[in-house]
DNA sequence: GCCTCCGCGTACAGATTGTGTAAGGAAGCC
DNA sequence: GGCTTCCTTACACAATCTGTACGCGGAGGC
């Protein structure tokens, strides 16, 4: 099923909005400020974002952006202002579509489609395996030695975001802001832990990482391969 | 190089886009007509597609089926038309996206710039390579004969800025502000420090500098290639 | 040609900060 | 109520940063 997050600080759009997308089939998630379509994002994993720029709050900006550290999803922006600087600078932020309101909503739904519609063919690697353990992104299962390794909800989530970037670096700040959210930037003894638990789980021998390396004051990464 | 398709078959709209994208560094392919646009996008590939509507001869919805028959190709729609039923229609078709004529240029090319990088990745592997080491910017990572060096962050800090503006020199100021603030423009001497173990961890002779050279008074710069 | 001065490179050590691990309390779920 | 999971704190250890000292060499003045 296809999961929306909308984002409108204006109640009737949000309720419109609302309305339209179920009834065509979409689960959607609202939001009324930038802060909690961050949190939002970051847990339910939304597979399109339409988001309003005239937030109260973070700017609409800084949602772009924040959502981009750490997710390709597509972010179609409705915003009342028409001025080309404006969608210059959403879209160069990293949004995909920019509507200008009032718009027509067949047209924000055949945008829609057409940005979940590039999305899907595209389907990443489901399946990640290394020498001692494989992961399932698409069943949420990791699987050791024929044996099913049991990750709880956070630790999960770290490594879906750490495994959706393997090979690159994922700072601090886009993990936390990913798995905790927005305000949790700083909090960073909460990834030693659940790292920790991670390597405890997954790595062969977890006082010498292989997969889930540290980058001394910048953040992890993960490594499929053997080196 | 980044080829563009444009197809429109008014004169002067096509000329002030090649003249425009060129300028900007795009390969340019103009076509007037649904025929030679399919024609053209067969015969050189471009890396996104911009479609006028309103042709002569074949209508461009089909221009986009034809296309989308065997390529998945950026398709930007510029047309007159602003009713919403032929947004979604062209939408539908599979273009990407629809802008309405009048436009502005700015627009089409944020528009062009965000459908090119859904394409390619953002994390497409910027790897620098040189005779001695390569540098792998997105996983934060330089490899030196295989090995994996390790630098830390106030080390990669600078690194990065000298390799982003390879071949420039980058001045003292600059990177002081990069990297440790705008407060410390004057302590001309972390550089030294920094600059000197990066040289030990990644020159041949680190006492004959090849790849991070000093211009004194001015900075340094990061010369990618031997000369 | 000699000397001085300034900027550059290196070495090193103390202070600071980051990292990994363990463990306990709170909250939710069955 | 027992279990799991999450959040939070504490602590030891390690790595990194900051700041000082010193030797070297080239540019320019004499």
Redesign the pocket.
Known sequence: MTRVLVVDDEPQILRALRINLRARGYEVDVAADGESALRLAARDHPDVVVLDLGLPGIDGIEVIEGLRGWTSVPIIVLSVRDREADKVAALDAGADDYVTKPFGMDELLARMRAALRRVTPADEPVLIETPDFTIDLAARRVTRAGEEV?L????WHILEVLVRNAGRLVT?RQLLQAV?GPKYET????L??Y??QL?RKLEPV??EPRYFL?A??MGYRFEPEAP
């Open positions: 049991r709880t909800a956070t630790e601090q905790w909090e960073t003894h909460y030693r832990v790292v920790g390597r977890p006082s540290t001394a004051r």
